[in-house]
């Protein structure tokens, strides 16, 4: 490296802690240790390491950063300033304030240049591995090795709290395991976290750890410029195993009062500290929010090279595109997920074995999807032969075996849930995942961040109720469906036969967000009402009341709606008038206007009940204070499925016998 190249990178290290420091005062909120003890890092990456377009901060080539370590998201937003991403001056000044871009912890959407929303640790280094491996498999599948139309590589900066997390341990095991030499973690090893010194909670050799995992490993100097490049650039040269770059840090950088403290690592320092960091760094105590004039013409020059590796790429792009037009084109129909104009047609008229699980008529639909929506791409977490999500002419992605569609993630719920996202954030792919609805804990705060990204994503959680049977309690799921159903942007859909099955395939391919899909390891009879379209609107009139005066209306999910419809008959043949609704989403049925949701749900109806062999939690907004629950407020058992359920009450006739009785 060149005497005056690295003297303005130094430069911008100090520049990224001044803005940092600034905020942080600013907003008397923040975490500036790390922005002081990763500047140099960060400045290397941004300008010179990495390869981007802020002018196009969408360029399907462009390497990516995900700050993992979200708190320190100060050390990001200077970095977007500085590289031109559209991370405003004005946002920054206003860090954490209402309306600002710069908001605590990284959201993606807020400005260009956020890959992730990251803040929960770990979630963005899985995230970053699903991006990485998306990345590889979009290469293979085109064949553009040789061409480097996919080369990007995937930075992330990781705390020890990332590295401390289990999703880590889970994702980066994977990660060697497949190869992925494309991923690069620069691990901020300060020896601080925010409870203390980490060596009070943390004595494991990481570097060991990872090479075990299949990584390569070092450890550098993470303010040495010089010995970052070289592990940089020695990094992106490594083939056959993913990089792990231990940067030996001093959180606070800088600070004479609270630097190697963990003081520094979540609160403001002060104005004073900052005055006296900024002295002892060389940065002007004046103007607030500086930027040096040698800073933004040196980035200014970045800018055009980076337009100029853009166009580049696209030169070789087209001269690609024209010796291989129909992969061209195929290319396009990932880029923007485009789906067949008779999608719906095509699903509805999908034959079905009669009398099919749930889990059994999803996995007929995904082998038409896999043959109409190439980018369409499902993995399961060991599960793929139960849970039904295995694409059987998709093959199985393998170390350096890339171009399949069938992803076998181990058993690792939470990392697949962050590397599905991160599949979906690479832009090329519509993933999908599974495992038992059980599990679905495991993996909940990624389905969290996935519903706040509105990532287009599909859970097929199966083996959805206490009619599991023989694995008993432990296997059973009873409150996961009520606590799906809490997660804001999530729609979670049940479906109560093969056609209400088809229904929702329809809907999730058309829907915006991630999509929860509920579905059975029993067997489902083949109902005679049940309506593909309208499964689209959440709830609709199954069975109609034989009389204006609706004695009973019941409301079901699942397995249950053919319960409900046997307890109507039951019910009609003493001379009761009885609707059913089958109401395979709650968040479907509230996007509905008003006039129709009225149209189900209101009238001269005596009493409502709710008909669901998980937890009532969340009925009563459709039945009222004075509507009652067929439901499980406790653990099931050990036994075969339909004596659980008989023992619970879940049969026309002792549902019929609990109705009547009121």
Known sequence: MKKNEKEILLKVANTIRGLAMDAVETAKSGHPGLPLGCAEIAAYLYGKGMNYNPSDPQWINRDRFVLSAGHGSMLLYACLHLAGFGMSLENIKKFRQLKSAAAGHPEYHESPGIETTTGPLGQGLANAVGMALGQKMMEAKFGVEKQGLLNAKFFVLASDGDIMEGISSEASSLAGHLKLDNLIILYDSNDICLDGE?????????????????????TINGHHIEEIERAVQAARRRRGKPSLIIAKTIIGYGSPNLAE????HGKAMGQEEVNLTKKKLGIPLEP??????????????????????????????????????????????????????????????????????GRQASNTILQVLHDQLP????????????????????????????????????????????????LALQGMIFPFCGTFLTFSDYM????????????????QFTHDSIWLGEDGPTHQPIEHVAALRTIPGLTVIRPADSTEVKGAWAEILKHQGPVALILTRQSLKDLPYTKFEDVAR?????????RPQVDYCLLATGSEVALALGAADKLEAQQKSVRVVSFPSFELFNRQDRVYQDQVLTGPVRQFWSIEALSPFGWHQYIGREGKSIAMNHFGLSAPGKVVAEHFGFSVDKIVERILNG
């Open 375 to 422: 980018f369409i791409i499902g993995g399961s977490a060991d599960l793929s032969n139960s849970d039904a999500t295995l694409m059987k002419a998709g093959g199985i992605v393998k170390p350096r075996q890339y171009n399949a569609r069938n992803l076998k993630f181990g058993v690792r719920e939470f990392a697949m849930g962050a590397m599905t996202s991160g």
């Open 444 to 459: 909940r705060n990624a389905i969290r961040l996935a519903s706040f990204m509105k990532l287009k994503i599909v859970y």
């Open 288 to 357: 607030l929010f500086n930027v040096p004039e040698e800073v933004k013409s040196y980035f200014d020059e970045q800018r055009k090279k980076g337009e100029l590796l853009e166009k580049e790429w696209k030169e070789n792009f087209e001269k690609w595109s024209k010796i291989n037009s129909e992969k061209a084109k195929l290319w396009e129909t990932h880029l923007g997920k485009s789906l067949p104009e008779n999608i719906e047609e095509i699903i509805k008229n999908i034959p079905m074995k009669p009398d099919l699980a």
């Open 261 to 264: 403290s963990s003081d520094v």
């Open 538 to 546: 959440g709830a609709y009139i199954l069975k109609k009341e034989s």
């Open 198 to 218: 980490t060596r009070e909670c943390l004595s494991e050799d990481t570097q060991k750890r990872y090479q075990a995992y299949g990584w390569h490993a070092e």
